[in-house]
Nanobody, 119 residues
Framework: QVQLVESGGGLVQAGGSLRLSCAASGRSFSNYRMGWFRQAPGKERDLVAAVNWNGDRPYYAESVKGRFTISRDNAKNTVYLQMNSLKPEDTAVYYC????????????WGQGTQVTVSS
């Protein structure tokens, strides 16, 4: 049974940094793509960053390019989202998700972690 558990959210001032973690378990993810999504109140859930488990094909939404970095630690089966230069508009619930490479639908989701950026 696949489990994704996020951590690392919190309250930070604008310009600050946070690192989100997503601990993955339940299967081998070597042929999977890992993504970080976010959903602000009243808005749709959007893909923020993604990467294949082997590190290939990193993706960043335009709104976070140059500020966010997605990475993974294979030994710990953990994916990270380093968020720098945070802005109030980054405030959202952040979700980790995964799907097999070559597919388009993210099958497994974490419970989410709240990130609040104060101005």
């Amino acid at each position: 049974q696949v489990q994704l558990v996020e951590s690392g959210g919190g309250l930070v001032q604008a310009g600050g940094s946070l690192r989100l973690s997503c601990a993955a378990s339940g299967r081998s993810f070597s042929n999977y793509r890992m993504g970080w999504f976010r959903q602000a109140p009243g808005k749709e859930r959007d893909l923020v960053a993604a990467v294949n488990w082997n590190g290939d094909r990193p993706y960043y939404a335009e709104s976070v390019k140059g500020r966010f970095t997605i990475s993974r630690d294979n030994a710990k089966n953990t994916v990270y989202l380093q968020m720098n230069s945070l802005k109030p508009e980054d405030t959202a619930v952040y979700y980790c998700a995964t799907r097999p490479t070559g597919t388009t639908t993210y099958d497994y989701w974490g419970q989410g972690t709240q990130v609040t950026v104060s101005s």
